[in-house]
């Protein structure tokens, strides 16, 4: 298993990152394109190469939390469709080997007795329009050795993000991530999916959860982290500590090592 970090907001360099994530002596930094210095085109992929090299440290990438490749307008699909080849090929220039994602739920109209969700409405149009998304990308992420990992933030328990999903794991080079914090917040209808898939399973983000408030330091919320840890270090996946700022990922690593 391989214990990492993610980018910083209060960060504005990948120095501070590389800094912070040798004096924790973690193996690995999160980079994140909601993050305007962690836009590819923001950075150098052989610099980030040269760090793997004489720090030791390797990088994933989190894709745009609102990157839609499910959206029916054909136009916008396309775009992020591109966004994500781009960043496969500089993945493949930078030594990155997975990039993690979302699946979209969608826009939803408030009735008077219930929420109605479009793409659950419409679940066949959303569906085709993923997957024809995804034929494209595990295309090219299996011609240059990447991992496309689909997260669960809070909606694995829908049946029309299950049926894309499934089909979705069923190309090459297309995997889950367990956000731990975001299945407590589903009330654990994220985890009952993905411990059925569980062999499609590349990647953890891992955080604490407390009264549905998620990203909390580790062993400060309700969650057992180390179960968590243990199921990562039996897949031997890697582990992305994610509290958001440098105090919470100090005390999260620091209360981590009291327990191993």
């Known amino acids: 298993m391989k214990l990492g970090m993610p980018a910083l907001v209060e960060y504005t360099s990948i120095n501070e990152l590389v800094e912070l994530c040798l004096k924790l002596k973690l193996d690995f930094i999160e980079l994140n ?13 052989s610099k980030l190469k040269k ?42 220039r930078a030594g990155i080997k997975l990039l993690n994602m979302h699946i979209i739920e969608g826009a939803k109209m408030t009735l008077p007795d219930r929420k109605v969700y479009i793409y659950d ?6 569906t085709n329009n993923f997957i024809k998304s995804i034929k494209t990308l595990s295309q090219k992420a ?9 997260e669960n933030s809070s909606n694995f328990g829908k049946v029309f993000i ?3 999903l499934d089909e979705s794991i ?27 898939n569980e062999k499609s399973i590349a990647h ?5 959860c407390l009264h549905k408030k998620d990203h909390q330091v580790l062993f400060e919320g309700e969650l057992d982290i180390m179960e968590l ?13 994610e509290v958001k700022t440098a105090e919470a990922l100090e005390k999260s690593i620091f209360a981590l090592r009291e327990k191993i």
């Not at 909601?34 to 992929?45: C, K, M």
């Not at 030791?56 to 989190?62: Q, S």
């Not at 299996?142 to 689909?150: A, F, G, P, T």
């Open 142 to 150: 299996e011609e240059k050795n990447v991992i496309l990992s689909i």
């Open 51 to 92: 760090i793997t090299q004489d720090k030791g440290i390797e990088f994933t990438m989190h894709m745009p939390d609102d990157a839609d490749i499910g959206t029916f307008y054909e136009s916008v699909r396309e775009g992020y469709v591109k966004l994500f080849s781009d960043t496969i090929d500089w993945a493949e």
């Open 204 to 208: 953890m983000h891992i955080h604490d």
């Open 33 to 45: 394109m909601n993050l305007p210095y962690n836009f590819i085109e923001n950075i150098n992929p």
């Open 229 to 241: 840890m243990n199921f990562a270090e039996q897949k031997d996946i890697r582990a992305l500590v």
């Open 121 to 126: 409405q419409y679940s066949e149009e959303f």
């Open 170 to 196: 069923t190309y090459p080079n297309i995997k889950l991530t367990w956000d731990t914090g975001h299945d407590a917040v589903s009330s654990f209808t994220d985890r009952k999916y993905l411990m059925e």
């Open 162 to 164: 299950q049926k894309t």
